[in-house]
Every structure is written in C-alpha cells, then in structure tokens.
C-alpha cells in the first residue's frame, strides 16, 4: 500500500502536488524466521501442556522440587538472557542509526554474554548430578530436565546464528536501509528469551 504526504506549500505561494511514498508494511525480519519462531513457540507450548498435565497429576513431586534446584543458577541464567537481548537490541537500534562500529560493540557484548549461558548450564548439570538429581528420578525431574534440555539447545542455534550474524555486521552487510538478517536474528533471540521467563518461574519459582 501506498501513503499520501500532505501537499506543502512553496515559496511562491503556489501548493506542490502530493507526493506518493512507500510505507513499509512488513513484518521484523522475514517470513522465514517468524515460521521458526512459531514452530519453537508450538513446540514449548505442547511441553507446557505435558508440564501442567503432570503437574495436576503429581502435585507433591512438582510442589518439593523446586527446593531441589541449584536457584541461583535460574536466577544467573535469566539474568544472562535479559542481558544478552538488551544488548542485541542495542545492536539493531546502532545499525538504524547507522553507527557501525557501536553495533559491532553493542553486538559483541551479547555473544559473550549469552555464551555465559550455556556454562552456567554445565555448572547447574554438574551441581544436580552432585545432588542425585539424575533425570531417572520423579517426575519433576523428568520435565525439568527435557525442558531445560531444549531451552538450551534453541540457544545454542541462537548463539550459533549470533556468531553469523556478528562476522556480516563486521563485514557491512548491514546498513541503516538494509538490515533485515539482524533483525529476523534478534527477533529469534528474543522469542528464546521469552521461553526462559516462561521456564525460571514454573521450575525454580512456583512451590
């Protein structure tokens, strides 16, 4: 679709003719990351749906596990994610206004902070094994750990893409008027970001 700007008036005195512009009517990104992002929301919201459904059935396993977990590493863990999409966010906004070597910073700091992630998880594992807390136990375990488990492997994509997304920003592939991959990238990040928010309260939260 098309926008009318308003006619404006010259110095003569005489009205210019309304120009026509494009209005950008698309989506964040492209069509291709949001089918992702909408396969990751469907696959999260059936292990949501098994969460609830095991949690109505095993009330007590589900209302003492909590205490099992390691807490400071949900609190450390969602901690990294805030901080690791702040700073993608930053990212974008720098490239928008064409401020490259800010993006590069802004974007840099995001890789290495979400890599804090995935070693926080190994600690976490390592502390759990530590524990008994094995994933053969009751059924708390057994959901925590298959959606943590995925959680982590969707961040690892992410990072993966983070790192893809990284090496083309310091190479210019992206500019204020073109720069759609790093937006369909952090729109991904984000939506990982949400899960975890998700995650941290019904599993290391919620008695």
């Excluded at 089918?35 to 059935?57: K, P, Q, S, W």
């Excluded at 700073?87 to 910073?105: E, M, S």
């Excluded at 893409?161 to 500019?175: C, E, K, N, P």
């Amino acid at each position: 679709m098309e926008a009318l700007i308003p006619a404006t008036t010259l110095d003569d005195g005489a009205v210019a003719s309304p120009a026509l512009a494009p209005r950008d009517s698309g989506i964040p990104g492209n069509r291709a990351i949001w089918v992702g992002i909408f396969a990751e929301m469907t696959e999260f919201a059936l292990m949501f749906l098994v969460y609830f459904i095991a949690r109505a059935h095993h009330p007590a396993a589900f209302h003492q596990g909590p205490a099992k977990l390691w807490t400071l590493a949900g609190i450390l863990n969602t901690l990294i994610m805030l901080t690791s999409s702040f700073l993608v966010a930053g990212a974008v906004h720098a490239v928008r206004a064409d401020r490259q070597r800010p993006a590069l910073i802004w974007l840099g700091l995001g890789l290495v902070t979400g890599l804090g992630y995935p070693l926080m998880k190994v600690l976490e594992f390592r502390w759990n094994l530590a524990q008994g807390l094995t994933g053969q136990g009751d059924v708390f375990q057994l959901a925590y750990y298959y959606l943590t488990f995925n959680h982590l492997v969707h961040v690892s994509w992410g990072l993966l893409g983070m790192v893809w997304v990284l090496a083309r920003l310091a190479t210019g592939a992206y500019t204020a008027g073109n720069h759609r991959g790093l937006i369909a990238f952090a729109s991904y990040w984000h939506a990982t970001d949400l899960i975890w928010l998700m995650i941290f309260p019904l599993f290391y939260v919620l008695p």
